[in-house]
């Protein structure tokens, strides 16, 4: 069995739950956050989706620079609404899933660097960064999503796992 068909199962587990949690945000609590210092559920939200496109990315390429030498680093971009944020999501989701369907064992052991100013800040191979970049950093936010969401008052939040 290939790496991404491993994957895939798991890629449209994670975007589906993600997907739910998402469609319960109410347009009032984007700004809300836990306390000073923490991340609004908007912010949140908003990484859940920048994380689910950095997957062709990851895939394609064999490195990415936060802040490339002499440019002007280019910030994620922000969707506000709930619909906006799923939409962005399903779109996102589906670039995702042809890249990593068409994506072989041997590109999967290939290195991928996270670069900021041009320094490495690490380097490891593309399955691994989609496992720990991607996978598990989508289920470590999301999470993070449903407390914030459950402390503001929002009723119906589905379970962060499911």
Same mark, same amino acid.
């Given at each position: 069995m +290939?790496?991404a068909?491993?994957f895939?199962?798991?890629?449209? +587990?994670e975007?589906? +739950?993600?997907? %739910?949690v998402?469609?319960v945000?109410?347009a009032d609590?984007?700004?809300?956050?836990l @306390?000073?210092?923490f991340?609004?559920?908007?912010?949140?939200?908003?990484?859940?989706?920048?994380?689910?496109?950095?997957?062709?990315a990851?895939?394609a390429a064999? &490195?990415?620079?936060l802040a490339?030498?002499?440019?002007t680093? !280019?910030?994620?971009? /922000?969707?506000?609404?709930a619909?906006e944020?799923v939409g962005?999501?399903?779109?996102? @989701?589906?670039?995702g899933?042809? /890249?990593? @369907?068409?994506?072989?064992?041997? @590109?999967?052991?290939?290195?991928?660097?996270?670069?900021? =100013?041009g320094? /490495?800040l690490?380097? !490891?191979s %593309?399955? &691994?960064c989609?496992?720990?970049?991607v996978?598990?950093?989508?289920?470590h936010h +999301?999470a993070?999503?449903?407390?914030?969401?459950?402390?503001? =008052?929002?009723?119906g /939040?589905?379970?962060?796992? =499911?």
């Amino acid at each position: 069995m +290939r790496i991404a068909d491993v994957f895939l199962p798991e890629f449209e +587990r994670e975007v589906a +739950r993600t997907r %739910k949690v998402l469609g319960v945000i109410p347009a009032d609590k984007m700004e809300w956050k836990l @306390a000073p210092g923490f991340n609004t559920i908007g912010w949140n939200a908003n990484h859940l989706v920048n994380i689910v496109e950095w997957m062709p990315a990851i895939c394609a390429a064999s &490195e990415f620079d936060l802040a490339p030498p002499g440019e002007t680093p !280019v910030p994620p971009t /922000v969707w506000m609404t709930a619909e906006e944020l799923v939409g962005k999501l399903d779109e996102y @989701a589906e670039a995702g899933r042809r /890249v990593l @369907a068409g994506t072989s064992d041997e @590109a999967m052991a290939e290195d991928w660097s996270l670069k900021m =100013g041009g320094q /490495v800040l690490f380097t !490891v191979s %593309k399955g &691994e960064c989609l496992e720990t970049w991607v996978m598990n950093h989508l289920v470590h936010h +999301r999470a993070i999503l449903t407390i914030n969401l459950r402390h503001s =008052g929002v009723a119906g /939040v589905p379970e962060s796992g =499911g």
